[in-house]
Each structure stands twice: as C-alpha cells, then as structure tokens.
C-alpha cells in the first residue's frame, strides 16, 4: 500500500512525489511514456553532443525566487537570455513587440515617449476585448496584428483567432522601449545538462514504472493508493464521458546540418501564413557555453498539428471550456485523487507555474511547507 501512486513524470508528479518523499510519505511513480520528464524531457545528440528538447524547446523562467532558489537545488542553470526573431513579409524583426519592430514596420524613428500615442492612434478602442484578435488589435493595433500574430496564430492553433482566449496573447509582452528579452521574469536560463537530469534527481529512490499507462489497470493503482495524483489528460481520466477537450499538438522535423550555425539565434519564428511551420528551433544557441563537436548544427521546425494521442496546449475555446466546467465538477466529486499540471488542469501552464502549483498541493495536503527547510515560503507565491 502507498501513501501516493502518482501518475506522470512531468514536472508536477515529480515535484510532488520528491516532496511527499522527503516528508517521509510512501509513494510510487507511474508514467505511460518509457521516459521520465514529461514533455521537458530532453537527451544529448550523440553526434554533436547539441542538448535536444525532443518535445519542443523549454526555457526555464520565472518571476519567483523562491522557485528559481527550488529549481536551481536540482541543477545548474546558464545564463541564457531568451532571445526570439520573427520573419514576416520577407523581413527579419526581434520580438516581442517593441520599439524595433514598430520603427522598422513604420519607418519611423519613434522613442519611447511617442510610441504609445502612436498605437493608440491604430487602435481601435475595445472596452473589454473578448477574444484574442480583439486584445492583440487593442495592445498593437491591426498593422502589427496582422504582420506579427494572425498568421502565426492560426497556425500555431488551427482555429480563427477571434475564438481564441484574450489571455493566450498577454503571454507576449508589448513594450514602449527597445529591451527585446522575450520574457519580463527576473530570473530565466537553462539547466546545464539539460531536463532530463533534473527529473532523475527528483526522482532519485522513489520507486518508478515507466511504458505504464494507469488507465489500463486503474482500479489496480487506485486500490494499492491511499491517495492518487494524477497528472494525465482530465477528459481522459473520465473516459471522455462529457466529450473531448480540445488540444493542439506539434510535429517536428529534425534536419542535422554540417554547418556551425544555420540561423544565428535558438528560435526563428516565421509569421506568415504561407509557411508551413510556425518557428524553426536550433537549439545549440541555448547553450553558448557547451562544447559542441563541430561542424555540425540541428535544426527543428515545427508544424503545429491535431493529435490527440499527444496533447501539447489546451485551446480552450467556447465548447471546450463548458466541457472542462463539467469535467471540473467531477473532479471535485473524485474521493482521494488530486489532480494537478498542464493536461490534468487544461490550463497553460509555464513550468514555474507547475512547480509552485506541485509544492502548494503538498503543502495543503500535508500541511508541512515543503520550502521550510530552506527558508524561504511557497505561501508567497
Ligand atoms: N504569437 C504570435 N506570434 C509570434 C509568437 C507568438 O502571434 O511570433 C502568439 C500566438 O498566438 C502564440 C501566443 O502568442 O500561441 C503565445 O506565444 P508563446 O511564444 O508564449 O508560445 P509557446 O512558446 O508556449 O509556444
């Protein structure tokens, strides 16, 4: 019998599992993939020794010390600062959207204290702007709109922008100055030997069983689980007794190349329609400081697909949050499960915000704050 049987690898079933294991619970791990990480998981090229993110390209950022003091006790980071540039209309921009791309879209020389009334003088005004198209156009105007995020969005979602959540594009910040890091949190890099290290020290002596799918033998897992968490898809978890949630999937196409440096930067977003991928990926840029064996770079692009056996980032249109309303009612129904991350909370989710939900969860459970010993509160996220 266990205290947890924790379903998924990821980084909330491993954060969470590491904790109850400190706080001397008895707990097991079980994960569907033959891998452990979840979608952070990573591996090193043998050929080019160039750290691959095998599901899309993770970096590590985040607003909270508490979580980058949490994060950097399993590793060491490196300094990298997420830089990304968009191609659009055959030109190059650096994003997010900034004085740069603005002056260079307009072919004007605006500061910082111009640029604002300039927008607004493109900006239709939107009261409460009801869907992504309408808060993008508020923030940018439609110019920007159109050159920078429309195509790209309908091809990163397969769905018309304006049925899209306005949250999905305050991710992006907009700013009045030429600073162009792509995230505003204080504390970013990436973890030295990449992810998968990581998870295989959280996971350190906790029992493990991977190519484990729970649904196969749920009532087995639940019957040997004082407590379950489960971190896999909800709708999955009901048996899509309410429907099927809506998710957007990423296929990628991996080119190795005998060159040092194919695009010159980690990530080459292209916003245009017509091209087929939405960014191209060369991951040897998020790490400057590693020896790469030369020549010889990767290169990933990546085309956003349906593929519900690989659920990526929730949509969340209208149907799909009445659906999740109703899956969230059955959850609160569920006797000794806890549901928790990305797939089991159908919500976007940066992986600091998966930690600091993993660590609030054991603290609420256990009522031990789990930072304690390290003198710092997850309370205050
Ligand atoms: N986005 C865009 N153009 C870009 C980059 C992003 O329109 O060049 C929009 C798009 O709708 C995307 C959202 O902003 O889904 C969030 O982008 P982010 O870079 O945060 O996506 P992620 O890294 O999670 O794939």
């Given amino acids: 019998m266990y ?26 791990v079980i994960e569907k993939r033959d891998h452990i990480g979840g979608n952070c998981y990573s591996y090193d090229n043998p050929g080019t020794n160039i750290n691959i993110h095998k599901y899309g390209p993770h970096i590590f950022h985040t607003p909270s010390k508490n979580i980058w003091d949490y994060i950097n006790s399993f590793a060491d980071f490196n300094q990298y600062q997420h830089r990304v540039l968009t191609t659009a209309g055959g030109k190059i921009y650096p994003l997010p959207i900034n004085l740069a791309p ?10 910082p204290g111009e640029v604002r009334a300039f927008l607004e003088s ?41 049925d899209l959540p ?11 100055s030429y600073y162009d890091v792509y995230y505003n949190d204080d504390y970013q890099g990436m973890p030295v030997g990449g992810y998968t290290p990581i998870f295989e020290k959280m996971l350190k002596d906790i029992p493990l069983e991977l190519k484990t799918d729970f649904l196969v033998k749920r009532d087995y897992w639940r019957s040997v689980a004082r407590t379950l968490v489960y971190t896999g898809p909800i709708d999955r978890y009901f ?34 329609h017509e091209v087929p991928y939405t960014r191209i990926i060369e991951p040897k840029h998020f790490y400057r400081e590693r020896a790469h064996l030369s020549p010889g770079t990767i290169v990933i692009r990546e085309y956003p697909c349906d593929d519900p056996s690989e659920p990526y980032y929730p949509v969340g249109l209208e149907a799909d949050r009445e659906t999740l309303a109703k ?30 939900r993993a660590l609030q969860q054991v603290e609420e459970l256990l009522g031990v704050d789990p930072m304690a010993d390290r003198s710092i509160s997850v309370s205050q996220e």
């Avoid at 603005?102 to 500061?111: D, G, H, K, R, V």
């Avoid at 306005?166 to 009045?176: K, Q, S, Y």
């Fill in 3 to 28: 205290d947890f049987v924790v379903v998924g690898a990821g980084f909330l079933g491993a954060v969470f599992a590491h904790e109850v294991k400190k706080a001397g619970k008895k707990v097991l």
């Fill in 102 to 111: 603005i002056n260079q879209s307009y072919n004007l020389t605006l500061t």
């Fill in 122 to 162: 493109k900006t239709p005004a939107v009261s409460s702007p009801k869907n992504l198209e309408e808060k993008a156009i508020s923030l940018i105007g439609k110019d920007l709109y159109e050159a920078f995020v429309k195509g790209y969005t309908i091809k990163q979602w397969g769905c018309d922008p304006r």
């Fill in 166 to 176: 306005a949250e999905v594009i305050t991710r992006l910040p907009v700013r009045t």
């Fill in 239 to 272: 048996n899509y007794h309410y429907g099927k949630l809506r998710w957007r999937s990423v296929r990628f196409e991996i080119e190795k190349m005998p060159l040092e440096d194919y695009q010159g930067i980690s990530v080459m977003n292209y916003a245009d």
């Fill in 327 to 356: 899956y969230q009612h059955a959850q609160s129904q569920e006797k000794d499960v806890i549901f928790g991350g990305r797939l089991a909370e159908y919500k976007y989710y940066d992986m600091d915000k998966v930690i600091s």
